[in-house]
């Protein structure tokens, strides 16, 4: 317990089971999947057709919420990039049904093929070269300050040590600021091969 609300596991399970009936996907096999840096927590579904799709337990015991990731996964969507899609949602009980991307992350295609690094790398590029072209969306803006305090995960999980902390931060806002008067793109946190992925079929 790391002094964030407990989720009660027994009334989650209540309220997917819920959730699932009413969507239609109460007797889909699940599966759990890996988790993220959070307290979400994700199950595929096995569908009978074969298909695939995502749950995503989003508790707001825990401070979390789907809202954020559906209106950025709409505002990717609207300016032909590819997110998510959203299938079903419960706000209230921050549950969500999405596109399955399956697990096909650029890191493993490099490993298995180093060759494939430059040509993934580009594409990587070239959605980060879109974003900059696009108009971001209405969001609060990632002051130095800001962008700062969005280092403290590499302390909180990675076991740095919390003696550099504020001495690594001082000297990033100072780089930060360098930014403030650029105009804004939206920024998307933990861009990086491990969570982007290849899609067949996709441009």
């Known amino acids: ?12 399970s209540a309220e997917i089971a819920t959730f699932l009936a009413v969507t239609g996907f109460q007797d889909c096999h699940r599966t759990p999947m890996a988790a993220d840096a959070s307290s979400r927590r994700y199950e595929r579904l096995h569908l009978p057709s074969g298909e695939t799709i995502v749950l995503m337990d989003a508790p707001t015991s825990s401070g979390e919420s789907i809202v954020p990731f559906m209106e950025i996964a709409n505002h990717l969507r609207a300016i032909g990039l590819s997110a998510p899609e959203v299938l079903a949602s ?4 921050s549950l969500l049904l999405i596109e399955d991307f399956g697990d096909v992350v650029f890191a493993k295609l490099i490993a298995a093929d180093p060759t494939q690094e430059d040509p993934l790398y580009l594409q990587a590029i070239e959605v980060l070269l879109h974003l900059r072209r696009s108009a971001p969306p209405s969001l609060q803006h990632a002051d130095s300050d800001w962008m700062s305090d969005m280092l403290d995960p590499v302390f909180d999980w990675y ?18 600021r360098s930014l403030e008067a650029t105009e804004p793109v939206l920024m998307l946190r933990d861009y990086h091969v491990e969570n982007l992925m290849l899609l067949d079929r996709r441009s």
Do not use: I, Q, T
Not at 90 to 93: A, I, L, N, P, T
Not at 160 to 176: G, I, P
């Open 1 to 12: 317990f790391n002094g964030e609300p407990m989720v009660d596991v027994a009334d989650r």
């Open 159 to 176: 076991g740095a040590a919390l003696s550099d902390k504020e001495e690594v931060k001082s000297h990033f806002r100072r780089l930060a």
């Open 90 to 93: 419960d706000v209230e009980r």
